[in-house]
């Protein structure tokens, strides 16, 4: 039997607590997974008391006194909160061993990112990283086209464009967004999708100012190239998003502005919750989230040094085997 599509969900749900009571936390991660079947929202938590009761009222769900208190509580957590405080908590979320469903970047820096890996392969909990647009049925099946292109002939390059203007007025021109720009925060969904189309990047060139306009020249290890620009202070009625692949054998190109986000959640919750209750790989695993966080930090030091080429640590990080995890 199916539920719109998918399979009815035969579990118990996934008891979800949330930190943060912001804009995205109102608008997104606690409307999806109050939601349900697969989950349900057992309380939010948030430095500002009145703001975590006021979105728990309006998601029918309980605000508690204090982060211990949602960890006794559910069974997962799901984070959305400034990237430096959720690599903070979601250790120690996950040294108390409940799953994760965190946001990108999952730190604002490299290490910090590490170490938010390493207690999470410590610990054996399902993680999954929020990239939107992966979640999406249209991407999905880009992806797959993608990869009958390469089977006809090599890839050469993709040229993705991710523009915007909700930097210079609105909910999200504030705070970390303001401070570390477009990089940090649209570069991680153009980088996740090279990586996904021509695989690992191994150097990054970068140009031009994070709180403005940031171009990244990619070399992948097969060889491809990859042209990714970000802002979010272009002042445009609606978001462009624009990716281009080109190949021996042929072009594809997909118009992510016009894709309905809304069709991306159900597949996350049902995703991340398949995980938990029957141990399969998620989509996009914390292993996703520091293969984004190398490169970043690749492209800030390459910034740093007048455009550069700088490679990206390409080490093995993670141990095989882990929960949250799928390969390539």
Known sequence: MTDGGAPVWSHAPVRVGLVGAGTWARTMHGPVLAAGPETTLTGVW??????????????????????EQ??????????????????????????AGRALLLEKPLALELEAARRLVAAVEDATVVSEVVFTKRFHPRVARFLAECAQLSASGPLWAMDARYWHGGLLEGPFAHGWRLQHGALSDLGPHLIDLADAVLGPVTAVRAAGDPLAYVSLSCRHANGALSQLSVSGSVRIPAA???????????????????????????????????????????????????????VLESARRSLLAGGAEVAVNSRAERRAGRPGRRPR
């Not at 006021?54 to 982060?67: H, M, R, Y």
């Not at 909160?81 to 250790?91: D, G, I, S, T």
């Not at 959640?265 to 399969?280: E, K, Q």
């Open 70 to 95: 949602l960890l006794a509580g559910c069974e997962a957590v799901a984070f959305a909160v400034p990237p430096n405080v959720q690599a903070e908590l979601a250790v120690r979320a996950a040294g």
């Open 240 to 294: 462009h998003t624009m990716l281009e692949v080109a190949g021996r054998a042929g072009r594809l190109s997909l118009d992510v502005a016009t894709l309905d986000h809304s069709q991306c959640w159900p597949v996350l919750r049902r995703d991340f919750a398949t995980a938990i209750r029957t141990g399969s790989p998620v989509l996009c695993g914390i292993d996703r989230g520091l293969t984004v966080a190398q």
């Open 46 to 67: 948030a430095r500002r008391p009145e703001a975590a009761a006021a979105t728990a009222g309006a998601l029918g769900t309980i605000a508690v006194d204090s982060f």
